[in-house]
């Protein structure tokens, strides 16, 4: 089943974000606008606030108040994927044009500075100190994690632990903070919205493995975008460092620089997805859900601990 | 007397240079210092907020942490700022990645140290700004501008919106103007300067697409130099008697009253130069 139809009782408030979102970014400036709205308007699955609104089902749900953290974490990502095309060079971004490639890196930048700061002012609509230590502490991390990813690029003699951190500050945080202050927002007691941290975090874990693993075996139309790219930016993922503990594999991809050919990429693609690490890459995907779905069966009894289950199951079996 | 003043500047100079330290320590981030320099830290800016912040009267507690996240953000704009269309080799690249990351770092800084004081306020106050000088920055940028009224308004926004939002706040409305001007005018100069050098500038660039729209035939920017430069030194001249006008209000100003000083002398040898060498 499609993530979308999954939380569809949600959907009349994740309408609700949705026409936040878009009354949110109207700049003055029609550039500002027309940028920021392309990329709304590119679509994504609104995790965040998806997981926003479920962990605020967790206490006093009040979606005039929650809609403040859902609106704010999806501009950040929001932000993040703007200035992220910049770095990464990219043209298309699910399928659309980028805004550094329908404009240029300078609007992009600005764009995404507007964007960012669009997203505290939201939330400095929540007057809850924690709130917003958790989630400053949640961009600094994720920054670091961003610096750390290209510290690490074409580093073939990582270990399995740094790249775990990495996912961790990339993807897992944003995604934790994301339940949690969900919940923070609903009045829930210090030990519920702790737990929902966790169930983001191992949730977000697992997605990002899955995320790097489709990087390998999905279709340039599935991912909207070149599959293979992670190994071309020399980014090392979980794939690669679980092929690499083949001798002869290795001694191919230790070759892989940025002045690879098309064709030696390609071989080194070939090689990762005709060894054991894709499935072995899913085996430790599963292995975090396990966790997270064991956290969700100590949660109290309600629709979004079914929601946060099913979520959680999808996301291990989904293909893009 | 004379003995008194000097003391005054002395203590706010190291005033200054103590939190330039602190902010250079706050942005260095180990990897990122390996491969792209520290980052450009504002002394006028950092002056002006210093400024700013003690005539305000905000509490001690607060005060170094105003202009230390005012200070953050700054840098961080500047830092988004410095990163250009062109394309670069693959060697390069990694500087203009760590460059992106390195202005967000900042803004997370920012946001990260006034989350620590509960200071909400404050944090919706410079989000604000923000939002007012990327709103600002693209108009100039993309030539949305009509007039050259509203494209120096534009500019000077660009420059001096994080100030205004804190003055505003604070009922300053005129300490807001100060600075205002203060930082517009140091932009115009250094566009001049830029423009003169024969190096790119937005400033410049904005005008001669407007003179070009406005005149409807094509504009040859050697013909009309000298009409862009005295435009320009019109806004700064207007820019430099709104100052002195409203200095007077102000209190803390031996630092500030010097650096004008400064700055005036330098746009008397910039006419200088530009009227010698014709």
Known sequence: MKLKMIYSFLNADINIIEKELEDTIQAESPLLHEASLSLLQAGGKRLRPVFVLLGGKFGNYDINNIKNVAVSLELIHMASLVHDDVIDDADLRRGQPTIKSRWDNRIAMYTGDYIFARALDVLS????????????????????????????????????????????????????????????????????????????????????????????VGTEKELGKPAGGDLKQGNITLPVLLAMETPAIKDNLVKITDHSTEAEIERALELIKNSDAIDRSLTLSELYLEKALKLIAELPQNRAKNLLRDIAKTIGKRKF | MNANKNAKLQDMNTRLMNLKEVLQKKTRQPYMSKIIQQPYIDEDKLLLIMFIVDNLQIPKSKADKYIITTMLVQIALDTHESVQNEPLPLERLKGRQLTILAGTYYSGLYYQILAEIDDIFMIRTLAEGIMEVNEHKVSVYSHARVTVESLMESLKKTESSLF???????????????????????????????????????????????????????????????????????????????????????EHTELFREKLKWMKSQQQEAVQSFVEEG
């Open chain 1, 125 to 216: 609509n929540i007057n809850k100190p924690i709130a917003h230590q958790i989630l400053a502490h949640t961009l600094v991390e994720l920054c670091l994690g961003e610096i750390e990813q290209i510290e690490d690029k074409f580093q073939f003699n990582q270990n399995l632990r740094k790249y775990l951190r990495r996912i961790r500050r990339k993807t897992a945080i944003l995604i934790a903070a994301s339940c949690q202050l969900g919940a923070i927002a609903a009045d829930v007691e210090d030990e519920l919205h702790k737990k929902l941290y966790f169930i983001g975090y191992y949730i977000g874990m697992s997605y990002q493995i899955i995320d790097d693993v489709l990087d390998f």
């Open chain 2, 164 to 250: 205004d939002r804190i003055t505003h706040f604070y009922n300053r409305g005129e300490l807001g103007e100060l600075a205002a001007n203060l930082v517009f005018i140091n932009r115009v100069l250094l566009e001049k300067k830029q423009f003169l050098a024969g190096k790119p500038s937005i400033l410049f660039d904005a005008l001669s697409k407007l003179f070009e729209t406005e005149q409807s035939v094509p504009f040859t920017l050697h013909n009309n130099k000298q009409s862009l430069i005295h435009i320009c030194d019109k806004y700064v001249s207007l820019s430099f008697k709104e100052i002195e006008q409203s200095i007077d209000k102000c």
